[in-house]
């Protein structure tokens, strides 16, 4: 079972960045492909982005791709969301989660997630 804890969430105006982070506890993570999350005020919690276990592969929401870089650190067993030119619809909750590699479709517990908020 892995544990997840997401930080680096902020509010930042249109057109900024921010890098979050997913910190995981559990020694299965190594071999765990990760996703990112989101869930906006009164919709349904989306898919984002993820990546293979070994790093060697990552797949895009539409609405996010050429804008947000996922990357994984094995060592530390922290996954990254790197968001750039973010837009006041990226604003909502990110959540990661281990996630079945090729699908959206997370599995196991969820964390706290981190409000991203950006400004118009």
């Known amino acids: 079972q892995v544990q997840l804890v997401e930080s680096g969430g902020g509010l930042v105006q249109a057109g900024g960045s921010l890098r979050l982070s997913c910190a995981a506890s559990g020694r299965t993570f190594s071999t765990s492909s990760m996703g990112w999350f989101r869930q906006a005020p009164g919709k349904e919690r989306e898919f984002v982005a993820a990546?293979?276990?070994?790093?060697?592969?990552?797949y895009y929401a539409d609405s996010v791709k050429g804008r947000f870089t996922i990357s994984r650190d094995n060592a530390k067993n922290t996954v990254y969301l790197q968001m750039n030119s973010l837009k006041p619809e990226d604003t909502a909750v990110y959540y990661c989660?281990?996630?079945?590699?090729?699908?959206?479709?997370?599995?196991?517990?969820w964390g706290q997630g981190t409000q991203v908020t950006v400004s118009s």
């Open positions: 989660a281990v996630i079945i590699f090729g699908s959206r479709a997370p599995i196991g517990s």
């Open positions: 990546i293979s276990w070994s790093a060697g592969s990552t």
